[in-house]
T-cell receptor, first 112, second 116 residues
C-alpha cells in the first residue's frame, strides 16, 4: 500500500505561468517532506524541503505548502521556465528512521 | 569537489550472472542508500546502511546484496536470484544525527542495468 502518492503522472504548463505539483501521504507522523527534481538518466537533485512544524517554505521561484490536516503537500513554481521540465518526486521521512519514502513522480513539461 | 560517483554508467548482465554496481562518496556521510527506479514508478529502496559494517533491507531487497566495509563505499550486487534486474539504480548518502537522518539525501548519477 503506497504511503506517498503523486496522482498526476504528468503536467503541462505554459512558460511564465504557475506549475502546481501535488503529493498526498497517509501517515500524520511523517516529520519532514522534500521535493526532488530529476532529469532523464541523472540522479535526483534536492529542490526544497519543509518540516512538519511549518506550513510554507519559499526559495526563489519555488514554494512548498504543507496541509497537515489534509495530509497534502504541494510544490508551486512561478514563473515556470522551460528548464523546469523534469520529473518531480516528493519524499517523506518517517520519524526515527534513516530513510525516506518517495512518491511515483510527476513529469512536468513547460511549453515555450 | 565533494559528491557521489557511481560506476559504470551502463552495465549489461547475462542470464545467471551476478553483477556489482559501485557507489563511492567523499561527503563524509554516515548513511548510504540504494534505490531502484522503473518506468512510471518512484524510487524504491533496496538497502540502506546507517554506519560502517551495518546495513538493513529496504522494501525490495530480494535478489540483491550489499556490503559496507568502508564509510565511503557501498557496493550493490545484483544476484542471479533477481529475476527482473533491468532498471535504473541510484545510490544516495545523507548526514545522520542520533537516531535519524538530517536534511536531504544526495544522489549519484545512476547506473542503468540491462539484461542481455
Amino acid at each position: 500500500d503506497q504511503q506517498v502518492k503523486q496522482n498526476s503522472p504528468s503536467l503541462s504548463v505554459q512558460e511564465g505561468r504557475i506549475s502546481i505539483l501535488n503529493c498526498d501521504y497517509t501517515n500524520s507522523m511523517f516529520d519532514y517532506f522534500l521535493w526532488y527534481k530529476k532529469y532523464p538518466a541523472e540522479g535526483p537533485t534536492f529542490l526544497i524541503s519543509i518540516s512538519s512544524i511549518k506550513d510554507k517554505n519559499e526559495d526563489g521561484r519555488f514554494t512548498v505548502f504543507l496541509n497537515k490536516s489534509a495530509k497534502h503537500l504541494s510544490l508551486h513554481i512561478v514563473p515556470s521556465q522551460p528548464g523546469d521540465s523534469a520529473v518531480y518526486f516528493c519524499a517523506v521521512h518517517p520519524p526515527g528512521t534513516y530513510k525516506y519514502i518517495f512518491g511515483t513522480g510527476t513529469r512536468l513539461k513547460v511549453l515555450a | 569537489d565533494g559528491g557521489i560517483t557511481q560506476s559504470p554508467k551502463y552495465l549489461f548482465r547475462k542470464e545467471g550472472q551476478n553483477v556489482t554496481l559501485s557507489c563511492e562518496q567523499n561527503l563524509n556521510h554516515d548513511a548510504m542508500y540504494w534505490y531502484r527506479q522503473d518506468p512510471g514508478q518512484g524510487l524504491r529502496l533496496i538497502y540502506y546502511s546507517q554506519i560502517v559494517n551495518d546495513f538493513q533491507k529496504g522494501d525490495i531487497a530480494e535478489g540483491y546484496s550489499v556490503s559496507r566495509e568502508k564509510k565511503e563505499s557501498f557496493p550493490l550486487t545484483v544476484t542471479s536470484a533477481q529475476k527482473n534486474p533491468t532498471a535504473f539504480y541510484l545510490c544516495a548518502s545523507s548526514i545522520t544525527t542520533g537516531a535519524t537522518i538530517q536534511e536531504t539525501q544526495y544522489f549519484g548519477p545512476g547506473t542503468r542495468l540491462l539484461v542481455l
